[in-house]
Structure formats: structure tokens, C-alpha cells
């Protein structure tokens, strides 16, 4: 059975046992307060059980319709999850190795320059060398001809695709996503990504697959375009890491949250700088109020007849 028949074959068996269990109650009550005056089978609570149970079930196979089932993803512990808690730099220099070597294929980055990754992966000079690995077009020659130049720290992550006509008649009619804001513009971010990344599996029984398209219990419809990318040592890290796929998948995604918001560890820092100034401003309104107002607070008011 798949999963959807379980919970359906489970709920509709509570259904059953509560209706049954109503039942027995409704009809020992009629025949103990009214004899057979009230029988079982012509009694309101009767139809009412069966009414429900007629709409519980309509509803059950509507909401576990097979092609309609979709899992929402766990909530992992991010390490810069908390409130103090920065970003992994050394898992963001193996997700960009990651994207490098397997998403760049099929996905842009068009908000992210190379300079960017300097100071927050890499040095300069790798940043550089970088770089120069892609060609860019430079300026027309004396003859009026385009050239191309080695890229530069100022330009932009290269698009593997020249337009979205030809992106699309690569990928079976989809259009891969820019990957620069990605984790902002899923629900669930990074944990939806990395159980998408991790969650390819055989589909279920009489879930009908089109021609190129692969079956993941995460992807809104389950079908998606996208085969699975990542397998055991798709990658070779440059710090030895053992390139396992969750190991993949979470750098990635540190990667692109990294990407998605470049200014999570400096917002943290001035949020801490700010909790900081708050603190100590408060104390010294808390203390200037005191002092202010403590003569008025112990003052002793004392009222005298003037005839005495």
C-alpha cells in the first residue's frame, strides 16, 4: 500500500469504530428511556453519524489523494539557527565548491559577483583565480570583432544558459530557478532545500511519472524536473571532508543562505552591539528616574487646622 492508502485505511477505521461505538451507545439509551418507541434505525443521532461519516470520508480522500500528499520538511539544527550563532565560513567555501561543480550547470547566480566571496570563503588571489576560469565578452577589437577576456572580481557568476528559451529546451520544458535568493523564496528555506536535495526515492504505487521527470515527496506534486544531483563523491573537498550526500546538501545550503542574506553575521553583530547600548541606556534612565523623582515619592504631606 502506498502511503496515502494507510492513513486513509487508519483514519477511515477510527471512523468506523467511533460510528459503531455512537451507535450501540444511542440505541441502548432509546431502548432504556422509550422502549421501542425510539428505534435505532429511524433515530436523528443515527442519520447525523451517517452523515458525518458520508463527509469524513469525502474528505479523507480528498486530502489523501496519492498526487496530492506532500511532506513539509523537518526542522533541522542549523548551527547559525540562534539568535548569537554565525554563519559556518568553512561550509560555505564547500558549498560553493558544491554549486561550482554540480548546480552551476543547470542554475545562475545573477546577484552574486566574485568579489563577493572574498573575505567570506576565499582570499583575494583565489577569488581571482577563480575568475579568470570564465570568459566574458570584452570590447570590439580595431576591426569591429568581439573579443572575450578572462573575468574579473567585479563581474557577476557566469549563467550557464545564454537565454530562457534555451534553458528551457535543456531541461525537458523547466525553467531552473536563479539560485542567488532561493532560500528567502521557498517556504520552509534551507530545510526545504536540503530535504528536497535528500529526498529522491521510488515513487509509490500507481503514481504515474512523465518521461524525464523524477519522484520527490517535498516538491509541490511530488513530480519534478530535476533528477537527483547529488551522490556519494559527486565532490572532492579541498579540506579532505567526507562528500556524503547530506554533507553536500547542507553546505550547499549554507552556501545559499550565505548567498540569500550576505548580511546575516554583521546583522547579528550590531543586533548584539545594539542589545548592549539598549541595556546600558536603560539602567541609566532607570537610575535618573530614581533619582528624580524620589523626592517627590517620599515626600510626607501633612495637613494642620489653622484653627489650632
Given at each position: 500500500k502506498t502511503l496515502s492508502d494507510n492513513?486513509?485505511?487508519?483514519?477511515?477505521?477510527?471512523?468506523?469504530?467511533?460510528?459503531?461505538?455512537?451507535?450501540?451507545?444511542?440505541?441502548?439509551?432509546?431502548?432504556?428511556?422509550?422502549?421501542?418507541?425510539?428505534?435505532?434505525g429511524t433515530s436523528p443521532t443515527y442519520f447525523g453519524l451517517v452523515a458525518a461519516?458520508?463527509?469524513?470520508?469525502?474528505?479523507?480522500?480528498?486530502?489523501l489523494s496519492a498526487t496530492e500528499l506532500e511532506l513539509h520538511p523537518p526542522q533541522y539544527p542549523w548551527s547559525h539557527n540562534g539568535p548569537f550563532n554565525a554563519l559556518d565560513h568553512q561550509s560555505i567555501r564547500r558549498g560553493y565548491q558544491v554549486y561550482k561543480d554540480v548546480c552551476s550547470a543547470c542554475?545562475?547566480?545573477?546577484?552574486?559577483?566574485?568579489?563577493?566571496?572574498?573575505?567570506?570563503?576565499?582570499?583575494?588571489?583565489?577569488?581571482?583565480?577563480?575568475?579568470?576560469e570564465y570568459q566574458y565578452a570584452g570590447e570590439n577589437d580595431e576591426q569591429g570583432n568581439p573579443t572575450t577576456r578572462p573575468g574579473k572580481l567585479?563581474?557577476?557568476f557566469p549563467n550557464p544558459y545564454p537565454n530562457e528559451e534555451a534553458a528551457r529546451f535543456a531541461n525537458n520544458g523547466a525553467l531552473p530557478p536563479d539560485m542567488s535568493l532561493i532560500v528567502l523564496g521557498r517556504e520552509g528555506g534551507?530545510?526545504?532545500?536540503?530535504s528536497l536535495l535528500t529526498g529522491y526515492c521510488d515513487p509509490p504505487a500507481n503514481f504515474?511519472?512523465?518521461?524525464?521527470?523524477?519522484?520527490?515527496?517535498?516538491?509541490?506534486?511530488?513530480?519534478?524536473?530535476?533528477?537527483?544531483?547529488?551522490?556519494?563523491?559527486?565532490?572532492?573537498?579541498?579540506?579532505?571532508?567526507?562528500?556524503?550526500?547530506?554533507?553536500?546538501?547542507?553546505?550547499?545550503?549554507?552556501?545559499?543562505?550565505?548567498?540569500?542574506?550576505?548580511?546575516?553575521?554583521e546583522r547579528k553583530r550590531m543586533g548584539m552591539k545594539a542589545l548592549i547600548l539598549l541595556t546600558g541606556i536603560a539602567f541609566i534612565t532607570w537610575y535618573w528616574k530614581?533619582?528624580?523623582?524620589?523626592?517627590?515619592?517620599?515626600?510626607?504631606?501633612?495637613?494642620?487646622?489653622k484653627g489650632s
Open positions: 492513513k486513509m485505511a487508519t483514519a477511515w477505521r477510527n471512523v468506523v469504530g467511533r460510528l459503531k461505538t455512537r451507535l450501540r451507545f444511542s440505541g441502548s439509551k432509546g431502548q432504556s428511556t422509550s422502549g421501542n418507541n425510539t428505534a435505532l461519516g458520508g463527509l469524513g470520508t469525502g474528505y479523507l480522500f480528498t486530502v542554475h545562475s547566480m545573477d546577484q552574486l559577483s566574485f568579489r563577493n566571496l572574498v573575505g567570506v570563503s576565499h582570499i583575494e588571489e583565489e577569488a581571482k583565480t577563480i575568475a579568470e567585479s563581474d557577476r534551507e530545510d526545504y532545500i536540503f504515474e511519472l512523465r518521461e524525464g521527470m523524477a519522484y520527490n515527496p517535498y516538491f509541490p506534486g511530488q513530480a519534478i524536473s530535476m533528477p537527483q544531483q547529488l551522490y556519494p563523491d559527486s565532490v572532492t573537498y579541498e579540506d579532505g571532508t567526507p562528500a556524503t550526500v547530506s554533507q553536500m546538501a547542507k553546505d550547499v545550503c549554507t552556501f545559499l543562505r550565505w548567498a540569500s542574506e550576505p548580511e546575516h553575521d530614581r533619582s528624580r523623582w524620589t523626592v517627590l515619592k517620599n515626600r510626607k504631606i501633612v495637613y494642620y487646622d
